[in-house]
């Protein structure tokens, strides 16, 4: 028995057990029907045929991926990456690493096998098409990690079957604001024509948020919160607005694979479900500060320049589609959102351990000074 057979036969044990507990507290009438042999016998036949997943993940060492290996190591599966060896190389010693470039650069991966791939970092075409096409006759599973940019129009209502955005220049490599939803819209039809329909999953995720997140762009409204004094918060408390914790996107990606789960899902918080009120309530739960919130009406911040507000879009602007997308196919295929005030509480958590070069700086929102200012002009105005 291999170690992760084994490990993962003592889970299947152990779980046996658990239930077998529990049959006995529901009393005699049960167990003289027979549930605890019929549990048992069940969770035997698991041990005999279960057997690890040989996962290859593309990328695995930023934001998304060590969540993923965590993930899948914790069940029992077996993990290999391929990168350049560049991004935090010593995350993970244990696993075996394949060096390489995906411009140009596969042949570590040449002439070897495994159940799935997890592809995270294809930003253009012609690198997923190389890697589709390599890995097609060797892997049953292609997961590929797309996002919810690659829709063409956030002013309509979103579902998984809404027209992608295209490119004006389709031979296009350069991955910029305007480029890059379109060309992961390129990246998943190359996975499909390669690997084929029923063999892929795209995943479409929102803002990815939670511990680990190199953008700040969630990190910042706990972050900010924590610092205290009046604070600016755009819009009103009932926008609406979506994320997805990097952990909820990390299991229902194992899920996927363990499942072999297939199609296009948006992966998101349930549609209406999150406002910027539930936010400013995550953050002032989650931080211990004597913070002012100030609501700045969406009319007024159109006019101003220069002040990023992360995550938040006017209801009435273009973009106000961006925040209700629908995740409902996704959550019928079994992608649970742990509560919101988890990720915020856990956010805070790692951001207050993170080395002090790393938070001198919080990478979105606006600055103290610029926040000031805004709000200044926006106090001028309502006296
Ligand atoms: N952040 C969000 O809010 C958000 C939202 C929606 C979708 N997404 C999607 O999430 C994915 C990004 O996740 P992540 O960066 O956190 O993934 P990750 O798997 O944790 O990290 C990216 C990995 O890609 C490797 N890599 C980068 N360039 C490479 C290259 N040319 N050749 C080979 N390996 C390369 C990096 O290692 P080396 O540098 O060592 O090569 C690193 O291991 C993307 O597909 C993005 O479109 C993100």
């Keep these: 028995m291999t170690k992760q057979v084994k490990k993962r036969a003592d889970q299947i044990m152990n779980n046996t057990r658990r ?16 549930c605890t042999s019929e549990v048992s016998t069940d969770e035997e036949a698991k041990i005999d045929t279960w057997r690890p997943l040989r996962i290859l993940i593309l990328g695995g060492t930023g934001f998304i991926g060590p969540h993923m290996v965590r993930e899948a190591l914790r069940r029992g599966h077996e993990v290999e990456l391929f990168n350049r060896g560049r991004t935090d190389s010593n995350l993970f010693p244990d696993l075996k690493l394949h ?47 797309s996002t919810i940019s690659v829709y063409g129009d956030f002013s309509k209502p979103i579902d998984e079957d809404t027209a992608v955005g295209v490119l004006d220049d389709p031979t296009t490599e350069e991955v910029t ?18 690997v084929g329909a029923n063999s892929t999953t795209v995943l479409r995720p929102t803002y990815i948020c939670g511990p680990g997140d190199r953008t700040d762009r969630y990190t910042y409204w706990p972050v900010r919160t924590m610092r205290g004094g009046e604070m600016l918060w755009p819009g009103a408390p009932e926008d609406d607005i979506q994320i997805i914790d990097v952990r909820d996107l990390a299991i229902f990606t194992i899920d996927c694979l363990e499942k072999k789960i297939t199609g296009v899902f948006n992966t998101v918080t349930p549609k209406g479900s999150f406002k910027m009120g539930d936010l400013l309530e995550d953050c002032l739960a989650v931080t211990d500060a004597d913070t002012m919130p100030t609501w700045v009406e969406a009319a007024f911040l159109k006019n101003q320049q220069n002040i990023s507000l992360p995550i938040w879009e006017d209801p009435n602007g273009p973009s106000a589609e961006l925040l209700t997308v629908d995740g409902s196919r996704a959550a019928a295929a079994g992608l649970k959102n742990r509560p919101t005030r988890e990720t915020a509480r856990d956010t805070i958590g790692w951001w207050k351990n993170l080395p002090a070069e790393r938070t001198a700086t919080v990478k979105a929102g606006p600055s103290a000074e610029r926040e000031a200012e805004v709000l200044s002009l926006w106090h001028d105005q309502n006296h």
């Excluded at 239930?19 to 027979?34: D, H, P």
């Excluded at 604001?177 to 390669?194: D, F, M, N, W």
């Design 99 to 145: 060096v390489g470039d995906r411009n140009n650069g596969l042949e570590a991966l040449e002439g070897k096998s495994w159940d799935v791939v997890v592809d995270n970092s294809g930003y253009v075409p012609r690198h997923v098409e190389d890697s589709a096409k390599l890995l097609a006759p060797v892997v049953s599973h292609y997961i590929y990690i």
């Design 177 to 194: 604001g305007e480029t890059y939803g379109p060309l992961k819209a390129l990246c998943e039809q190359r996975v499909i024509s390669e």
């Design 19 to 34: 239930r077998f507990l529990k049959t006995s507290l529901m009393g005699s009438a049960a167990i003289a029907a027979g």
